[in-house]
């Protein structure tokens, strides 16, 4: 039996650009992803032998339980993929909140990606757990690479970068507003068609991954989500928690991912842990966090 305590950071886009659509219908990104210092905290136990059982019990319910969790599909595929029978339970506490952006599902399931693959005697390399785990969801793939990385295409394309960006001081505020990915994406897509722009528009430049990699320009000024405005029209309050970050004094803010949780760019730690007292006390979800590399935990 192997027992283990397992960290699953969340994630920020600093940017997020929008190059188009595939004939399926799927939507082709260019974003530039870093994983940060709020974790979800994941009990391990797990034996190879004769019992095939898969157990997922999350302490938040607003995060699904058993095999609708992310976790079970990636410990399923990898079963699957091995044909090794195992035992694996996951006593999930959630600190990530649900819903928000911030990739605390596709975090979890990675980590349980790795953590399978090591224990199996790393049957995948990562390429290959990197595919799998995009069978299981589009954030999947970065987590498994745990790094600051330019991700492209629907997921499956993840360049990590060593930026001279580390340890950035940053705040994040949630006011619980759940978004629907596929309902911001519909509404991105009305956007561009009452533009009538037959692709979609991008505010986000390419010239921002090779400024963030050298680090020659402040990165509140690389700051840009093309789901933005339409997350803000299906839930007014991202526009509204941006503006509370900026009105606090942050160097920039944006949204994260499909939404709703917004974060701000900050001087130093100090400054960060303090703007998120401050929004705690206005009864919002708020919490200073770093950006991290994959050797920061």
Not at 82 to 95: D, G, H, I
């Amino acid at each position: 039996m192997h027992e283990r305590i397992l960290l699953s950071p969340a994630k920020l886009n600093l940017s997020l650009g929008l190059r188009g659509r595939r004939a399926d219908g799927f939507h082709l990104i260019e974003s530039i992803l870093v994983p940060v210092s709020l974790f979800d905290r994941l009990e391990v136990a797990f034996e190879i032998g004769s019992q095939d059982e898969i157990q997922v019990i999350c302490d938040a319910p607003q995060a699904p339980s058993g095999s609708s969790n992310l976790i079970f599909r990636a410990a399923d595929i990898v079963r699957r993929r091995t044909a090794q029978p195992f035992s694996l339970t996951v006593r999930l506490q959630k600190q990530i909140p649900v819903g928000s952006g911030l990739g605390g599902g596709s975090s979890n399931a990675a980590t349980v990606l790795g953590f399978l693959n090591s224990l199996l005697g790393w049957p995948f390399d990562r390429p290959t757990l990197a595919a799998i785990g995009l069978e299981v969801g589009a954030d999947v793939p970065f987590f498994i690479y745990g790094q600051p990385a330019v991700v492209r295409g629907v997921g499956e394309v993840v360049i990590p970068v060593a930026s001279a960006r580390l340890s950035q001081a940053l705040v994040v505020c949630w006011d619980g507003s759940q978004l629907s990915t596929a309902a911001v994406y519909n509404r991105a897509d009305q956007l561009c068609d009452s533009r009538r722009d037959p692709s979609l528009t991008t505010k986000c430049p390419e010239s921002n991954i090779a400024d963030f990699v050298d680090g020659h320009r402040p990165l509140a000024e690389l700051l840009a989500n093309d789901l933005e405005e339409a997350a803000a029209q299906i839930c007014t309050e991202v526009r509204h928690l941006k503006g509370e970050l900026l009105s606090l004094g942050v160097q920039g803010a944006s949204m994260t991912g499909s939404g709703s949780a917004v974060f701000g760019v900050c001087p130093n730690a100090e400054s960060a842990e303090r703007i998120a007292v401050i929004l705690r006390r206005k009864g919002l979800w708020a919490c200073s966090v770093k950006t991290l590399t994959r050797s920061s935990w």
